[in-house]
């Protein structure tokens, strides 16, 4: 069975493969921006097995990981959904902007109603001002552990990358591995307010790779040939965990983060969290170098909580001259990575990232500031159940994530929809607040009372108005990294640092000439990171920390028709 999956999993990319480059190499082939590109999204159960292990997993088309969409900039994506199993569903389009195509965007219960067993639903968008690679995953629950597939922007036709043209190019997505139900974790960590149970093993395109038991033959395998330039398309979709990445013996260089070209530079290793792409030029050795080289990836990780400590590789492979030894017989290079914790490397590699900000690709940062709201991001707890022990700090409490000091409640009717029918009345508050209620020295000692208040919240912004939001760390459980997605906008990462936010001494340091652009930001363990954005986006967009739908989930809406934007 695994060794039939390698084989289908390796046909859907040799085919993603050969669809890429024919449109590269022969763009009169595709149609100028503006065509639109049909896609049907069968939601069904497939038999897969990893790690020795056989179980029935969530996908589209029966394909895991599921179908690239491809298109160019400029075009319009059509999906049609229809939804096969018990599971309610969304697909969530991650890191398109959705320019007033909310009702496309995704989130369960924000900007739609899940599709039920045996519905459908279409996602109609289309691609504006981007080129590059993002993803889409299932947005309800977990069912984004097997649900995910990549999404692949090509430029307008005739527009070249602002880079040396590839020979190929390759999409390399990350995920998790569980070998019980996903679904079925999360549930328990709900229920008993711990951390959830972590991931049997990380995964290079749906293949856990050599250093997992029962896994040689489930590993993914990049064929170059010497002297030839690939594009690797990084995808991090794993539900929880930061990663480094490094090829033995091979330097990348950084091209594009989010579908935003960014000034090219050079590295051994990078870090990408949960719900970030990354683009690399990979220039292979110009001779066969009688070797083969692992590719790898492992987790950074920052807090208190357990984590899959494991890594993940792939094999690098030169095409062989005649009359050579066979791969078995050569020696095999491993990847030096920073050390778990390694802060110091995830600041550094950040702070590298910057705009191209060329007059073809400029970066439109706003630098006059309308509105500035200062969010403290962090675990918190929240009171056991009556009669019931759990598994937060205390057997009595459970772990909460929040947003000054408010955590998320998913309500029960779309909030974009009781908008627009204006029956908003008991399914969000306009009253989140913009400051912490309660000011403390947020990396210092934490306060004695750790308990959060619970809620629907939401900020309203007037349309166009431009925002700048710094996201503090908190030591209230204990400091750690969180990566932080904003649906329907990119913002600016203009400034970032370790300790308190210093709302003097900080503000003169910001980068307002080539900050990097993203979809997904990581603030710092013990630290924070500040942002800038236009909310140019009418509708009800989504910002939340990554994993959504764990015990720690928080959030914050953006959008609301013409005149509005949230955040709960």
């Known amino acids: 069975m695994g060794a039939s999956l390698l084989s289908s999993t390796a046909l859907i990319f040799r085919v993603m493969f050969i669809v890429l480059n024919t449109l590269w190499l022969f763009p009169e082939l595709a149609s100028s921006a503006g065509i639109t590109r049909h896609y049907k999204f069968n939601i069904k159960l497939q038999n897969v097995t990893r790690l020795c292990h056989t179980k029935s997993i969530v996908s589209v088309n029966g394909q895991f990981p599921g179908p690239p969409i491809i298109a160019r900039e400029g075009d319009r994506v059509v ?34 109603c899940p599709i039920q067993t045996g519905q459908s639903y279409v996602y109609n968008f289309t691609i504006t001002g981007q080129r590059g690679t993002l993803f ?70 749906g293949l856990p790779g050599p250093l997992y038991n029962c896994s040689a033959q489930d590993t993914f395998k990049l064929k170059v040939k010497p002297g030839k330039t690939y594009l690797l398309r990084m995808i991090n979709a794993a539900l929880n965990d930061e990663l480094f990445f490094s090829i033995a013996n091979h330097t990348l260089t950084v091209v594009d983060v989010d579908a935003i070209y960014v000034k090219p530079f050079k590295t051994d290793t990078i870090l990408i969290t949960p719900g970030q792409t ?148 008991g399914v969000y508050t306009t009253d989140f607040p913009t400051m912490p209620n309660f000011p403390f020295n947020y990396t210092g000692t934490p306060p004695n009372n750790t308990m959060v208040s619970n809620g629907t919240k939401v900020v309203v912004l007037p349309f166009n108005t431009s925002v700048e939001l710094v996201l503090q760390d908190t030591s209230i459980i204990g400091i750690e990294s969180h990566p932080l997605h904003l649906h329907g906008f990119n913002s600016f990462v203009v400034g970032q640092g370790f300790g308190n936010f210093d709302s003097k001494k900080d503000p003169p340091k910001f980068n307002l000439v080539d900050p990097v652009e993203r979809n997904t930001v990581g603030v710092p363990s013990g630290g924070w990171v500040a942002i800038r954005f236009l909310a140019d986006n009418p509708g009800e967009c989504m910002v939340h920390a990554l994993p959504l739908g764990s015990s720690h989930k928080l959030g914050f809406e953006d959008g609301l028709d013409s005149n509005g934007w949230q955040t709960a």
């Not at 999906?79 to 369960?108: E, F, M, Y």
């Not at 299932?138 to 880079?163: C, D, Q």
């Open 79 to 112: 999906v049609k959904v229809v939804n096969h199993v018990q599971n309610n569903v969304t697909i969530h389009w991650h890191g398109i902007r959705q320019l007033r195509s909310g009702w496309a965007d995704g989130p369960a219960y924000v900007t739609q």
């Open 136 to 205: 889409w995953h299932a947005h309800i629950s977990w069912l984004r552990s097997t649900l995910y597939g990549p999404i692949i922007i090509l430029p307008k036709k005739n527009v070249p990358y602002p880079f040396p043209k590839p020979h190929k190019e390759v999409p390399i997505i990350f995920g998790e591995w569980w070998n019980a139900d996903p679904e079925a974790v999360i549930t328990q960590a709900l229920q008993n307010g711990g951390g959830p149970n972590v991931s049997d093993a990380y995964t290079i395109n």
């Open 278 to 425: 990354t683009n690399l030029l990979l220039k292979a050795k110009p001779h066969f170098p009688n070797a083969t080289f692992l590719m790898s990836a492992r987790p950074y990780t920052t807090g208190r909580g357990t984590f899959d400590n494991s890594t993940v590789a792939g094999i690098l492979q030169y095409e062989q001259p005649p009359k050579s030894s066979s791969f078995k017989n050569l020696p095999l290079f491993k990847p030096t990575l920073p050390p778990l914790n390694d802060t110091s490397f995830a600041a550094n590699f950040t702070r590298k990232l910057r705009s191209l900000a060329n007059s073809q690709f400029p970066a439109n940062v706003p630098k006059k500031v309308d509105k500035r709201f200062f969010f403290t991001v962090g675990l918190g707890t929240n009171p056991c159940p009556q009669n019931q022990s759990c598994q937060g700090p205390t057997n009595s409490t459970m772990f909460a994530a929040s947003v000054n000091n408010v955590s998320f409640i998913l309500p029960t009717t779309a909030m974009l929809q009781a908008h627009f029918f204006q029956q908003s009345k």
